[in-house]
């Protein structure tokens, strides 16, 4: 039920007390709002995955970079080498 449904019960004020009426509302909100804090936890425990894999990644691509621009330079050796063994 909607809280636009459940308010629609209002004017039925005669055969639903209004106490019962403010109970329930303030239970809903109450739920609601602990299902909201459980979301705000878990994405902020999504936010901090995404954190460390970005973090990880960075690492990794810098790695392979580094990695890259070694392997131009021995292959840039070696052809160089080559070029000059062969003239």
């Given at each position: 039920?909607?809280t ?44 901090d ?31 160089s ?7």
């Amino acid at each position: 039920m909607t809280t636009t449904e459940f308010l629609a019960l209002l004017p039925l004020g005669d055969l639903i007390p209004p106490a019962l009426v403010i109970g329930v509302m303030i239970f809903l909100h109450q739920k609601t709002g602990e299902r909201l804090s459980v979301l705000e936890e878990r994405f902020s425990g999504v936010k901090d995955g995404i954190k460390e894999l970005k973090s990880d990644s960075d690492k990794r691509f810098t790695s392979l970079e580094t990695q890259i621009t070694e392997l131009r330079q021995v292959l840039w050796d070696f052809v160089s080498k080559k070029l000059t063994t062969t003239n």
